[in-house]
Protein backbone atom coordinates (compact mmCIF):
# COMPACT_ATOMS: atom_id res chain seq x y z
CA UNK A 1 0.00 0.00 0.00
CA UNK A 2 0.67 4.11 0.17
CA UNK A 3 2.48 3.76 -3.70
CA UNK A 4 3.21 7.24 -5.26
CA UNK A 5 4.30 7.13 -8.92
CA UNK A 6 5.75 9.63 -10.71
CA UNK A 7 5.74 10.32 -14.47
CA UNK A 8 7.64 10.67 -16.77
CA UNK A 9 10.93 9.17 -15.21
CA UNK A 10 13.10 11.01 -17.47
CA UNK A 11 12.93 13.64 -19.33
CA UNK A 12 14.80 15.75 -21.65
CA UNK A 13 13.68 18.75 -23.30
CA UNK A 14 14.94 21.97 -24.97
CA UNK A 15 15.84 25.26 -23.42
CA UNK A 16 12.52 27.48 -23.23
CA UNK A 17 10.22 24.90 -23.34
CA UNK A 18 7.63 23.33 -20.40
CA UNK A 19 7.48 19.84 -19.04
CA UNK A 20 4.72 19.01 -17.06
CA UNK A 21 5.41 16.12 -14.28
CA UNK A 22 2.71 14.14 -12.57
CA UNK A 23 2.91 12.91 -9.29
CA UNK A 24 -0.21 9.96 -8.40
CA UNK A 25 -1.34 8.55 -5.34
CA UNK A 26 -2.22 4.82 -6.63
CA UNK A 27 -3.42 3.58 -3.63
CA UNK A 28 -4.85 6.47 -1.68
CA UNK A 29 -6.28 10.05 -1.96
CA UNK A 30 -3.35 12.02 -0.93
CA UNK A 31 -5.23 15.56 0.50
CA UNK A 32 -1.74 17.21 0.91
CA UNK A 33 1.47 16.56 -2.01
CA UNK A 34 4.69 17.80 -1.28
CA UNK A 35 7.58 18.96 -4.27
CA UNK A 36 11.29 18.58 -3.91
CA UNK A 37 14.24 18.99 -5.45
CA UNK A 38 17.36 17.02 -5.44
CA UNK A 39 20.97 18.38 -6.72
CA UNK A 40 23.37 15.39 -7.11
CA UNK A 41 24.82 14.11 -4.17
CA UNK A 42 22.67 16.71 -1.84
CA UNK A 43 19.84 16.45 0.31
CA UNK A 44 16.20 17.20 -0.55
CA UNK A 45 14.68 20.70 -0.60
CA UNK A 46 11.35 21.28 -0.39
CA UNK A 47 9.95 23.29 -3.52
CA UNK A 48 6.15 23.65 -2.60
CA UNK A 49 2.86 21.97 -0.79
CA UNK A 50 0.10 21.59 -2.28
CA UNK A 51 -3.26 20.65 -0.79
CA UNK A 52 -6.26 19.57 -3.23
CA UNK A 53 -8.13 21.99 -4.15
CA UNK A 54 -6.45 24.98 -3.59
CA UNK A 55 -3.10 27.06 -4.47
CA UNK A 56 -0.15 25.48 -3.90
CA UNK A 57 2.17 27.01 -0.71
CA UNK A 58 5.75 27.76 -2.28
CA UNK A 59 9.31 27.93 -0.22
CA UNK A 60 10.66 30.84 0.05
CA UNK A 61 12.92 31.45 -3.26
CA UNK A 62 10.99 29.04 -5.33
CA UNK A 63 9.28 31.21 -8.27
CA UNK A 64 5.26 30.63 -8.46
CA UNK A 65 5.35 31.64 -11.76
CA UNK A 66 7.85 29.14 -13.22
CA UNK A 67 7.49 25.62 -11.16
CA UNK A 68 3.14 25.81 -11.42
CA UNK A 69 1.69 23.04 -9.58
CA UNK A 70 -1.97 21.98 -9.52
CA UNK A 71 -3.54 19.70 -7.15
CA UNK A 72 -6.95 19.38 -8.71
CA UNK A 73 -7.79 15.41 -7.32
CA UNK A 74 -7.11 13.48 -4.62
CA UNK A 75 -4.66 11.36 -6.28
CA UNK A 76 -3.13 13.34 -9.24
CA UNK A 77 -0.92 16.35 -8.50
CA UNK A 78 1.08 18.19 -11.34
CA UNK A 79 4.57 19.96 -11.68
CA UNK A 80 5.10 22.10 -14.75
CA UNK A 81 8.25 23.92 -15.50
CA UNK A 82 8.16 26.99 -17.25
CA UNK A 83 10.45 28.44 -20.09
CA UNK A 84 12.57 25.48 -18.76
CA UNK A 85 16.50 27.19 -18.49
CA UNK A 86 19.65 24.34 -18.03
CA UNK A 87 19.69 25.26 -14.64
CA UNK A 88 16.36 23.56 -13.69
CA UNK A 89 17.85 20.37 -15.23
CA UNK A 90 17.88 18.53 -11.78
CA UNK A 91 15.85 15.37 -10.25
CA UNK A 92 12.65 16.68 -8.93
CA UNK A 93 10.34 14.25 -6.15
CA UNK A 94 6.99 14.37 -5.50
CA UNK A 95 5.72 12.86 -1.99
CA UNK A 96 2.25 12.12 -0.50
CA UNK A 97 0.51 12.27 2.51
CA UNK A 98 -2.66 10.49 3.84
CA UNK A 99 -5.26 13.01 5.76
CA UNK A 100 -5.29 12.77 9.23
CA UNK A 101 -1.38 10.58 8.85
CA UNK A 102 2.02 12.21 9.09
CA UNK A 103 4.43 9.85 7.15
CA UNK A 104 5.04 11.02 3.53
CA UNK A 105 5.15 8.50 0.77
CA UNK A 106 7.76 9.12 -1.84
CA UNK A 107 7.54 8.89 -5.99
CA UNK A 108 10.58 7.69 -7.67
CA UNK A 109 11.77 11.04 -8.85
CA UNK A 110 11.53 12.33 -12.12
CA UNK A 111 15.02 13.48 -13.71
CA UNK A 112 15.36 16.81 -15.90
CA UNK A 113 17.75 18.04 -18.60
CA UNK A 114 17.36 20.77 -19.82
CA UNK A 115 18.91 21.44 -22.75
CA UNK B 1 12.58 27.28 10.31
CA UNK B 2 13.93 24.05 11.84
CA UNK B 3 17.65 22.94 11.11
CA UNK B 4 18.51 19.04 10.96
CA UNK B 5 22.18 18.39 11.07
CA UNK B 6 23.84 15.12 9.98
CA UNK B 7 27.41 15.49 10.92
CA UNK B 8 28.60 12.42 9.24
CA UNK B 9 28.79 12.75 5.05
CA UNK B 10 29.82 9.10 5.11
CA UNK B 11 30.20 5.59 6.88
CA UNK B 12 31.01 2.27 6.44
CA UNK B 13 30.35 -0.65 8.14
CA UNK B 14 31.22 -4.45 7.64
CA UNK B 15 28.05 -7.05 6.79
CA UNK B 16 26.88 -8.14 10.02
CA UNK B 17 28.42 -5.58 11.84
CA UNK B 18 26.59 -2.42 13.67
CA UNK B 19 26.65 1.00 12.71
CA UNK B 20 25.18 4.05 14.00
CA UNK B 21 24.18 6.95 12.13
CA UNK B 22 23.98 10.54 13.92
CA UNK B 23 21.20 13.34 13.43
CA UNK B 24 20.23 16.04 15.81
CA UNK B 25 17.94 18.88 15.14
CA UNK B 26 16.77 22.35 16.38
CA UNK B 27 13.30 23.36 17.18
CA UNK B 28 11.47 25.00 19.34
CA UNK B 29 8.26 22.74 19.25
CA UNK B 30 7.27 20.01 21.69
CA UNK B 31 5.38 17.86 19.55
CA UNK B 32 7.06 17.17 16.53
CA UNK B 33 7.85 14.02 14.57
CA UNK B 34 11.26 12.12 13.06
CA UNK B 35 11.91 9.81 10.36
CA UNK B 36 14.69 7.98 8.64
CA UNK B 37 14.66 7.45 5.18
CA UNK B 38 16.66 5.81 3.03
CA UNK B 39 17.76 6.50 -0.40
CA UNK B 40 19.42 3.97 -2.49
CA UNK B 41 21.29 4.10 -5.86
CA UNK B 42 17.36 3.86 -7.86
CA UNK B 43 16.68 7.48 -6.28
CA UNK B 44 13.35 6.15 -4.50
CA UNK B 45 13.13 7.44 -1.02
CA UNK B 46 11.94 4.69 1.27
CA UNK B 47 10.82 5.09 5.25
CA UNK B 48 13.03 3.02 7.72
CA UNK B 49 11.51 4.52 10.69
CA UNK B 50 9.98 6.95 12.66
CA UNK B 51 9.20 8.32 16.05
CA UNK B 52 6.80 10.67 18.02
CA UNK B 53 8.73 13.23 20.10
CA UNK B 54 6.01 12.56 22.64
CA UNK B 55 7.03 9.09 23.18
CA UNK B 56 9.68 8.30 25.35
CA UNK B 57 10.31 4.55 24.01
CA UNK B 58 12.46 4.20 21.16
CA UNK B 59 10.89 3.17 17.81
CA UNK B 60 12.39 -0.60 16.11
CA UNK B 61 11.82 -1.66 13.23
CA UNK B 62 13.44 -5.15 12.66
CA UNK B 63 17.07 -4.70 12.55
CA UNK B 64 16.44 -0.67 12.66
CA UNK B 65 16.12 0.88 16.31
CA UNK B 66 16.71 4.37 16.80
CA UNK B 67 18.73 6.42 20.03
CA UNK B 68 15.82 9.60 20.58
CA UNK B 69 17.00 11.87 23.37
CA UNK B 70 14.54 14.70 22.68
CA UNK B 71 16.25 16.69 25.61
CA UNK B 72 19.51 16.58 23.86
CA UNK B 73 17.78 17.04 20.58
CA UNK B 74 18.89 14.20 19.12
CA UNK B 75 17.47 10.95 16.96
CA UNK B 76 20.24 8.54 15.66
CA UNK B 77 19.54 5.13 13.78
CA UNK B 78 21.21 1.55 14.78
CA UNK B 79 21.52 -0.99 12.21
CA UNK B 80 22.13 -4.27 13.12
CA UNK B 81 23.75 -6.89 11.60
CA UNK B 82 24.36 -4.79 8.71
CA UNK B 83 23.21 -6.37 5.00
CA UNK B 84 24.56 -5.03 1.49
CA UNK B 85 21.28 -3.68 0.55
CA UNK B 86 21.81 -1.51 3.47
CA UNK B 87 24.03 0.40 1.58
CA UNK B 88 22.16 3.86 0.59
CA UNK B 89 21.92 7.41 1.50
CA UNK B 90 20.45 7.75 4.51
CA UNK B 91 18.28 10.66 5.45
CA UNK B 92 17.21 12.01 9.06
CA UNK B 93 13.95 13.60 8.72
CA UNK B 94 11.84 16.08 10.94
CA UNK B 95 7.82 16.65 10.73
CA UNK B 96 6.29 19.90 12.18
CA UNK B 97 2.88 20.15 12.88
CA UNK B 98 3.15 24.18 11.85
CA UNK B 99 2.03 25.38 9.49
CA UNK B 100 2.12 23.10 6.54
CA UNK B 101 3.31 20.05 8.48
CA UNK B 102 6.75 19.71 6.17
CA UNK B 103 9.51 17.68 6.20
CA UNK B 104 12.60 19.13 7.14
CA UNK B 105 15.96 16.92 5.87
CA UNK B 106 19.20 17.00 6.67
CA UNK B 107 21.99 16.53 4.45
CA UNK B 108 22.10 12.67 4.10
CA UNK B 109 24.95 10.04 5.03
CA UNK B 110 26.52 7.76 2.57
CA UNK B 111 26.38 4.78 3.93
CA UNK B 112 28.84 1.77 2.27
CA UNK B 113 28.49 -1.98 3.58
CA UNK B 114 32.18 -3.69 2.90
CA UNK B 115 31.81 -7.86 2.42
Known amino acids: GAVVSQHPSWVICKSGTSVKIECRSL??????MFWYRQFPKQSLMLMAT?????????EQGVEKDKFLINHASLTLSTLTVTSAHPEDSSFYIC???????????FGPGTRLTVL | AQTVTQSQPEMSVQEAETVTLSCTYD???????LFWYKQPPSRQMILVIR??????QNATENRFSVNFQKAAKSFSLKISDSQLGDAAMYFC????????????FGTGTSLTVIP
Open chain 2, 27 to 33: TSESDYY
Open chain 2, 51 to 56: QEAYKQ
Open chain 2, 93 to 104: AYRSNFPGNQFY
Open chain 1, 27 to 32: DFQATT
Open chain 1, 95 to 105: SARIAGTDTQY
Open chain 1, 50 to 58: SNEGSKATY
